[in-house]
């Protein structure tokens, strides 16, 4: 077994839907992105806009969890990489190791509205993002653990995401990269990245 | 200074070049500090051993254990939990630089609590531990270039010059840190040696700079752009008033007058000092100019993808 995603371009509108769905289901600070969608042309005029959603790539050997010098950074044998806070000391040299920079340290409490509080919501959320560690997309994997799928992918509304399992050759996913020739981003750097996107 | 979140999330948005922030801004001056610190405490551990001044051996354990360990902890987001950084030496340059730090300030005190006299008359177990602070303060040296070289985001520090030129740094700030010290206070050593040395290791590093500039820039766009940002960029004040002018140039230029004429000691305090500064603005400007490769900067679609 081991967990992937697939986002198809084509079908991706840029909505930042995923962006926010993650926010919600995780509840992750102010300024902390663990899903973005990033924005780009390509080609000669006229040029192609292509929406690009980025997140933690899951890589099959992590350069994060090689440099976390407490073992924080732990790679599941279901290939979800996710960070456990409690054992987290903060140094950041896996935000420096990542290619992906879809890692984030949270240096201090953040309000949404600042100088008003923490919202209940907040309160109740903050309690997976405590200060002074680094936090990173685990593609929900309470969610997974449950046999769903992680919110970015529920909540796409142009069905732009498919998660499963990569070493099936029968799942969606695997026949999706097969058939529509999938790739990574920067496969060069020999971390097998477990996201991969289907050309626009 | 980017310190509000949507100042950070603009940042993160973009498609094209991000430069890392957490090294560099705030708390993260820190690790920098402690990086200059275990580098110059290092290199004046070996100079001092080379001159057999114990003076100068108990400053550079100081600096090394007090003012490095100090700086590495208050660095850390969560500092009480600072010994779980000793559990991955196996693959973490920053846990083997946790303990470096231990081994050599370990090494170092035995051999001062023995008195073992390097040259003379020595025991075997001083000789022991003389010969374990040497291999730990050279393992000082060179482990921050690895911490940025294993870093494979960031192209500009990925590469195998990072090592050698902080470990001349850390050479030229340990020459520095003892000129400092035997000028300023009575010491009573010959500092011709010192002087030659310094000046030798300021040229290597001049000549490790040139090179590290040149090599990085044909290593992909990302690398380029740092080198851009250094020499006409967002770095370029650090690195020319600092890494240059205050580092390089004039120290050089006193350290090549003072071999044909003797100089006061007040000038040879300024040479050290600037000499300091300049070590520390080259890691300061190394990091600044660290760019993450860009995530889709180079996109296309591949002509022929690798199927699963």
Same mark, same amino acid.
């Given at each position: 077994?081991?967990y992937?995603?697939?986002?198809?371009l084509?079908?991706?509108v840029?909505?930042?839907?995923?962006?926010i769905a993650?926010?919600a289901e995780?509840?992750?600070?102010?300024?902390?992105?663990?899903?973005?969608?990033?924005?780009l042309?390509?080609?000669e005029?006229?040029?192609r806009?292509?929406?690009l959603?980025?997140l933690?790539m899951?890589c099959?050997?992590p350069?994060?969890e090689?440099a976390?010098?407490?073992?924080?950074?732990?790679?599941?044998?279901?290939?979800?990489?996710?960070?456990?806070t409690?054992?987290c000391?903060g140094?950041?040299?896996?935000?420096?190791a990542?290619p992906?920079?879809?890692?984030?340290?949270?240096?201090?409490?953040?309000?949404?509205?600042?100088g008003?509080?923490?919202t209940?919501?907040?309160?109740l959320k903050?309690?997976?993002?405590?200060?002074?560690?680094?936090?990173k997309?685990?593609?929900?994997?309470?969610?997974?653990?449950q046999?769903?799928?992680?919110?970015?992918?529920?909540?796409?509304?142009?069905?732009?995401?498919?998660?499963?399992?990569?070493?099936?050759?029968?799942?969606?996913?695997?026949?999706?990269?097969?058939?529509r020739?999938?790739?990574q981003l920067h496969?060069?750097?020999?971390?097998?990245?477990?996201?991969?996107y289907l050309?626009? | 200074?980017?310190?509000?979140?949507?100042?950070t999330?603009?940042?993160?948005?973009?498609s094209t070049?991000?430069?890392?922030?957490?090294?560099?801004?705030?708390k993260?001056?820190?690790?920098?500090?402690?990086?200059?610190?275990?580098?110059?405490?290092?290199?004046g551990w070996l100079?001092?051993?080379?001159?057999?001044?114990?003076?100068?051996l108990?400053?550079?354990?100081?600096?090394?254990?007090?003012a490095?360990?100090?700086a590495?902890?208050a660095?850390?987001?969560?500092?009480?939990?600072?010994?779980?950084?000793?559990?991955?030496?196996?693959?973490?340059?920053?846990?083997?630089?946790?303990?470096?730090?231990g081994?050599?300030g370990?090494?170092?005190?035995?051999?001062?609590?023995?008195?073992?006299?390097?040259?003379?008359?020595?025991?075997?177990?001083?000789? &022991?531990w *003389?010969? #374990?602070? @040497? /291999? !730990?303060a050279?393992? %000082?040296?060179?482990?921050?270039g690895?911490v940025?070289?294993?870093?494979?985001?960031?192209?500009f520090?990925?590469?195998a010059?990072?090592?050698?030129?902080?470990f001349a740094?850390g050479?030229?700030?340990?020459?520095? &840190?003892v *000129?400092? #010290?035997? @000028? /300023? !206070?009575p010491?009573? %050593?010959?500092l011709?040696?010192?002087?030659?040395?310094?000046?030798?290791l300021?040229l290597s590093?001049?000549?490790?700079?040139v090179?590290?500039?040149?090599?990085t820039?044909e290593?992909g766009?990302a690398?380029?752009?740092?080198?851009?940002? #250094?020499?006409?960029?967002?770095?370029?004040?650090a690195?020319?008033?600092?890494?240059?002018?205050?580092?390089?140039?004039?120290?050089?230029?006193?350290s090549?007058v003072?071999?044909?004429?003797?100089?006061?000691?007040?000038?040879?305090?300024?040479?050290a000092?600037?000499?300091?500064?300049g070590?520390?603005?080259?890691t300061?400007?190394?990091?600044?100019?660290?760019?993450?490769?860009?995530?889709?900067?180079d996109?296309?679609?591949?002509?022929?993808?690798?199927?699963?």
């Amino acid at each position: 077994m081991r967990y992937g995603m697939v986002i198809d371009l084509k079908r991706c509108v840029g909505c930042y839907g995923c962006q926010i769905a993650c926010k919600a289901e995780n509840g992750t600070p102010p300024g902390v992105l663990w899903a973005r969608v990033l924005k780009l042309e390509y080609g000669e005029y006229p040029a192609r806009r292509v929406s690009l959603p980025v997140l933690c790539m899951h890589c099959e050997d992590p350069p994060c969890e090689k440099a976390c010098p407490t073992g924080a950074t732990v790679k599941r044998p279901d290939g979800i990489v996710y960070v456990d806070t409690a054992k987290c000391i903060g140094c950041r040299y896996c935000m420096m190791a990542c290619p992906y920079q879809s890692r984030y340290f949270n240096d201090k409490v953040r309000e949404y509205f600042p100088g008003k509080g923490l919202t209940p919501y907040e309160k109740l959320k903050y309690k997976d993002h405590p200060v002074g560690v680094v936090t990173k997309c685990h593609f929900c994997r309470h969610r997974v653990d449950q046999g769903l799928d992680p919110a970015c992918v529920a909540n796409c509304m142009a069905k732009a995401r498919y998660f499963g399992d990569l070493n099936d050759p029968d799942s969606e996913v695997s026949r999706l990269i097969r058939i529509r020739r999938g790739y990574q981003l920067h496969p060069d750097l020999g971390t097998d990245p477990s996201v991969y996107y289907l050309p626009p | 200074m980017l310190d509000r979140p949507f100042d950070t999330i603009a940042q993160d948005l973009r498609s094209t070049f991000r430069p890392q922030r957490e090294w560099v801004q705030r708390k993260g001056l820190l690790l920098l500090g402690a990086f200059f610190f275990s580098g110059i405490g290092a290199g004046g551990w070996l100079f001092s051993l080379y001159l057999d001044w114990n003076q100068g051996l108990l400053w550079s354990l100081g600096v090394v254990v007090v003012a490095s360990g100090v700086a590495h902890l208050a660095f850390l987001g969560r500092p009480e939990r600072f010994w779980r950084a000793l559990s991955r030496p196996q693959t973490s340059w920053i846990s083997r630089g946790i303990w470096g730090i231990g081994f050599f300030g370990l090494s170092a005190v035995l051999y001062l609590l023995m008195g073992a006299d390097p040259w003379a008359e020595a025991s075997i177990l001083g000789r &022991l531990w *003389l010969v #374990l602070s @040497v /291999a !730990g303060a050279v393992w %000082l040296l060179v482990y921050k270039g690895f911490v940025f070289a294993y870093c494979k985001g960031i192209p500009f520090w990925n590469t195998a010059v990072v090592p050698a030129l902080f470990f001349a740094t850390g050479l030229r700030g340990g020459a520095s &840190l003892v *000129l400092l #010290l035997a @000028v /300023a !206070g009575p010491s009573g %050593l010959e500092l011709h040696p010192l002087e030659v040395a310094k000046l030798w290791l300021a040229l290597s590093f001049g000549a490790l700079l040139v090179f590290y500039l040149w090599a990085t820039r044909e290593s992909g766009v990302a690398a380029r752009r740092s080198v851009q940002d #250094l020499v006409r960029g967002r770095v370029s004040v650090a690195f020319y008033a600092g890494v240059i002018a205050v580092g390089l140039v004039l120290p050089l230029a006193w350290s090549a007058v003072g071999l044909y004429r003797a100089q006061p000691d007040s000038v040879w305090i300024v040479v050290a000092l600037s000499s300091l500064v300049g070590d520390l603005y080259v890691t300061y400007a190394v990091a600044k100019a660290g760019i993450c490769r860009p995530l889709a900067g180079d996109f296309r679609v591949p002509a022929r993808t690798p199927a699963r």
